[in-house]
């Protein structure tokens, strides 16, 4: 079962600003593992698709 926004919002701030391009990332892993385990996720419960670079609208 998906987060909640709430939750997912709460747990992955600090990517979403990283992908958002509002932050440098801390590592290629970080960005590594935001597509890897977040991206789908994010879409699940945003209804959004994840692309490198911040979101598709």
């Not at 600003?17 to 590594?32: A, H, N, Q």
Request: charged share 35%.
């Amino acid at each position: 079962m998906a987060p909640s926004a709430a939750d997912y919002f709460r747990q992955h701030q600090v990517l979403d600003r990283l992908v958002m391009g509002e932050e440098r990332p801390r590592s290629i892993e970080d960005l590594r593992r935001y597509f890897r385990e977040d991206g789908p996720v994010a879409e699940l419960v945003t209804g959004r698709r994840v692309r490198a670079g911040g979101w598709l609208r």
